[in-house]
């Protein structure tokens, strides 16, 4: 997914958010006696809307399977899964104040910052990979367009060949025409 303008919208909005959040976060980390925890009323607010992102987020792979329920662009989706997924990270350091308070709860945010990585890289790769792949092969075909190539090639090679057809006739007709008058 090639991300342009029309990722503007959700972009800002996800940007917001965060800063809403952050500035949330900032006064309860400073007025919570004892610091900031995920028990806590705001630490529970952070987490369930955190993880609510993240059912979303897994939502994108049921609607893509099942491309009968009618929920909605695949486009708005992806950037859905994109720019609100870039939330998912920091509501959840939030909810837990940025503490790891056990061997689970690290192994958890282990794997899920691996795939926050793995998601950021995915979403670089499909930005910056189609435009580099057709400007460094450009004689490389998507497999859906091999028809239409196929008879564009076909087309130029029946202009080519008419080409050297009307060549040879007007060669002949000077061969003719020099054996006649020598």
Known sequence: MHIDRTH????VLALVLLVISFIAYLWYAFTQPGGPRGGTAMGLTF???GYGLMLFEGALGARTRVPIWRLGKAKSWMRGH???GLLTLPLILFHAGFAMRGPLTLV?????FA???SGIFGAALQHYLPTMITSQLPLETIYEEIPHVRAQLRQEADDLVGT?????VEHADKERFRAAYK
Do not use: S
């Open 8 to 11: 503007r919208p959700l972009g």
């Open 47 to 49: 987490g369930i809307i």
């Open 82 to 84: 994109l720019w609100l």
């Open 108 to 112: 958890l945010m282990i794997l899920f």
């Open 115 to 117: 795939v926050y990585a």
């Open 164 to 168: 050297l057809e009307a060549m040879e």
